[in-house]
């Protein structure tokens, strides 16, 4: 039996294409490079800041990374440095398309060991809905990368339903990934933006999803949650025993976030033994994929060693987080 490939469905470029058109406009894109003495960092006016490490974009950088860590397939996508969902339309279209067919160039350097993943101008729907369908068609791509808020705005507003509906009809999941949270109180220190901030935003998300109606009224549609799925695998009784008792997340009728919680899809990428092993428990090893998060700092690097603390997963349950699952959400045999 051929073996199936070891699949990460979490791990970030920044195109060099858009790299260059940031230093030709910065201006446009409210950013500017910095030498540091850890090397050059692309810097927000916001103040946010990303290393630019080899392995964001260079195809080969990358590879040498999924091969020290096990990984024979990596579905790359944008940093959320790059979403732009905060700049003007036709700006945001330009920096989509770049960023895009920069990703796909890098696939095309090793298309047997990349899969691209493609990130859509949400403040025009239309315009996201096109890129979309151009990414399909042009690129093969079968995944975008959406973030949890648009501009302060949830996912599951019904603005943005169109764009879901179209991945939907054209089998693209949505993986999405939480951005910039630093602006709430209490959060702007010790880096609790990312570490508390960035889960928060998962489960808010998710559970507008649930109690919005969007996932009963897009029963095909598949959608990834990162960093374990943030609180929701650990706090989904609390959200059914509300909808058990109170009367407000009945006002669109959707159905119970206990039967709605695999619905989702989640990566593995937990940071601890015990809570990677009740995630499996609690959404089924058919619901969790590897995620290392590279090149961050807060990835994962021995995903594959993490994996093998969970015990009683089985040989056929540990093929599934492996790789089948990404397999299935990519349309790809194994």
């Not at 979490?10 to 790299?19: K, T």
């Not at 979403?83 to 920096?95: K, V």
């Not at 298309?111 to 890129?131: K, S, V």
């Not at 549609?221 to 058990?244: C, D, E, K």
């Amino acid at each position: 039996m051929e073996k199936t490939p070891r699949i990460d469905v979490h791990s970030h470029v920044f195109p060099r294409e858009m790299l260059d058109l940031i230093r030709a406009r910065p201006l446009d894109y409210g950013m500017r490079f910095a030498i540091t003495d850890s090397g050059e960092k692309l810097m927000r006016d916001d103040g946010h800041a990303s290393p630019l490490f080899d392995e964001f974009f260079e195809a080969d950088a990358k590879i040498a990374g999924m091969d020290r860590k096990g990984l024979d397939i990596s579905v790359i996508s944008p940093t959320p440095m790059i979403y732009f969902y905060n700049i003007d339309a036709d700006r945001a279209i330009t920096a989509a398309r770049v960023t895009n067919d920069g990703v796909a160039n890098m696939v095309a350097k090793r298309p047997d060991r990349l899969r691209g993943m493609a990130t859509l101008p949400m403040q025009n729907t239309d315009a996201a809905i096109a890129e979309l369908e151009r990414v399909v068609k042009d690129h093969g791509f079968r995944s975008i990368e959406l973030g949890c808020t648009i501009v302060g705005d949830s996912l599951a507003e019904k603005r943005y339903r169109p764009v879901l509906k179209r991945a939907q009809e054209l089998k693209a999941f949505i993986f999405t990934h939480p951005h910039f949270t630093g602006e709430r109180c209490g959060l702007d220190t010790y880096y609790l933006s990312n570490l508390v901030g960035f889960p928060m935003d998962t489960v808010t998300m998710a559970a507008h999803l649930m109690f919005s109606g969007a996932l009963d009224e897009l029963p095909g549609l598949n959608i990834v949650l990162v960093h374990g799925g943030g609180y929701l695998p650990y706090q989904i009784g609390r959200l059914a025993h509300g909808y058990a008792v109170r009367k407000e997340p009945h006002v669109n009728k959707a159905s119970s976030p206990r039967d709605l919680l695999r619905r989702f899809h989640f990566d593995a990428l937990t940071h601890d033994d015990k809570a990677l092993a009740f995630l499996i428990e609690q959404v089924g090893a058919d619901r969790v994929m590897l995620g290392t998060d590279a090149p961050f700092d807060m990835g994962e690097e021995k995903p594959l060693a993490r994996l093998d603390t969970v015990s009683g997963l089985g040989s056929a349950n540990r093929e599934r987080v492996l790789g089948l699952n990404a397999l299935a959400l990519l349309g790809e045999d194994c």
